[in-house]
C-alpha cells in the first residue's frame, strides 16, 4: 500500500467516534427502584444498548479507512488487475512504521471502547486487534486493484507491520510490564514541505520528511521513586532526502536514509494534575510526541528538534 500517511487524514474522523463511543457506554445502568427482575431486565437491556454504541468505533475505524482512502486517493488512481507491490524503499521504512503506529491507535481505541461497554478486557483486546487488522488488511486489498504510482498494490510488508501494531494492546493485556510502551508521532515540517507553494495538508500527510513515529518508554519503575514520572524515554525513526524532493535545490546527489533518534518524552498524567479537561490533554498526547530536542544517532550523529 503507498501512502500509508494517508490514514492519518481520517484518524481525527474515527478518533471522534471512539471517544463519542466513550462516554455513551460510560453511562451507568439505571438503578431506580424495581424488583429485581425488573433490575436484571433494564440491566441487559442496557449493557445491549451501551456495547452497541460502543460500535461505533470498529465501524469508524473501517469506515474512516475506505472513505478517506477513496477520496483522497484512490478516486485518482486507474483501476488495474490484483497486483503484489514490490514494497520499494521509497519512505526509508517510515511508511512501515505509520502502518504499525496507525493500527496500534487503532486496535488500543476500539479495546477502550468495548472494555467501557462491559465486554471482558481480554475479549476486548482481541476485537480490537480483530477490527484494526480487517481494516488495514481492507484497505491493502483495495490498494491491489489500484496503481497511481509503483508504491501502490497489496504490500506484505505494511500488512506486517499492522498485524505488530494490532497486536502490542493484545500482548499489553497479557502481559502488563508492556504497557510501559507507547507508540506516538510527531511532526517537524520539512524542507521539503515548504517547497511547496502554498504549503497544504494532503502534502503534509504526503510528505514522509516531516513525519517521525516513536516508539516511548516508561523508564520511571525501572529507576525508582527519584525518577520523575513524568519524563519517558524515546527511540523515532524518520526520513530524509527522499527521492521525491530531489529536485528541490541543494537536494540533487543525496542519498535518501533512514534517521534514527533517541529523545526524551513527555508523559502528562504523571504531572499529578486532576480534572476532565486535563484527562482529554492527556488522552489527546497519548497519540503525540511534543517535539524536544532529539540525538540522531544514525546514519550519523548530530542534536536536532523532533
Not at 231 to 237: K, N, P, Q, S, Y
Not at 254 to 273: E, F, K, Q
Request: glycine share 8%.
Amino acid at each position: 500500500m503507498s501512502f500509508p500517511q494517508r490514514r492519518l487524514l481520517v484518524f481525527a474522523f474515527f478518533i471522534v467516534q471512539f471517544w463519542v463511543g466513550n462516554k455513551l457506554c460510560a453511562q451507568d445502568v439505571d438503578t431506580t427502584v424495581g424488583s429485581e427482575h425488573d433490575w436484571a431486565e433494564r440491566a441487559s437491556r442496557s449493557q445491549g444498548e451501551r456495547i452497541l454504541r460502543a460500535s461505533w468505533g470498529p465501524l469508524a475505524e473501517i469506515g474512516g479507512a475506505y472513505f478517506g482512502n477513496y477520496f483522497f486517493f484512490w478516486r485518482y488512481a486507474d483501476r488495474v488487475p490484483f497486483h503484489i507491490s514490490k514494497d520499494p524503499p521509497y519512505a526509508m521504512h517510515v511508511d512501515k512504521a505509520a502502518h504499525f503506529y496507525a493500527s496500534d491507535k487503532g486496535a488500543d481505541d476500539i479495546r477502550k471502547v468495548y472494555q467501557h461497554a462491559g465486554v471482558a478486557p481480554a475479549t476486548a483486546a482481541w476485537l480490537g486487534a480483530t477490527m484494526s487488522f480487517v481494516a488495514g488488511t481492507m484497505v491493502e486489498m483495495v490498494d491491489a486493484i489500484h496503481d497511481h504510482d509503483p508504491t501502490y498494490g497489496f504490500s506484505f510488508g505494511d500488512l506486517g507491520c499492522d498485524f505488530v501494531g494490532c497486536a502490542l494492546p493484545v500482548l499489553q493485556y497479557y502481559n502488563p510490564g508492556l504497557k510501559r510502551l507507547d507508540a506516538k508521532i510527531s511532526v517537524w515540517p520539512s524542507k521539503a514541505l515548504a517547497a511547496y507553494t502554498p504549503p497544504e495538508i494532503t502534502q503534509l500527510v504526503q510528505d514522509y520528511e516531516s513525519q517521525y513515529y516513536w516508539l516511548s518508554v516508561d523508564v520511571h519503575d525501572w529507576m525508582g521513586d527519584w525518577y520523575p514520572k513524568w519524563l519517558r524515554w524515546a527511540v523515532g525513526i524518520g526520513a530524509e532526502n527522499l527521492v521525491p524532493a530531489q529536485n528541490l535545490p541543494g537536494r540533487a546527489g543525496l542519498t535518501p536514509s533512514t534517521d534514527v533518534y533517541l529523545a526524551t518524552d513527555l508523559d502528562l498524567r504523571g504531572l499529578g494534575i486532576q480534572g476532565s479537561v486535563w484527562n482529554f490533554i492527556c488522552d489527546v498526547f497519548d497519540y503525540i510526541h511534543i517535539p524536544f530536542p532529539a540525538l540522531l544517532f544514525y546514519p550519523h550523529v548530530q542534536f536536532r528538534i523532533r
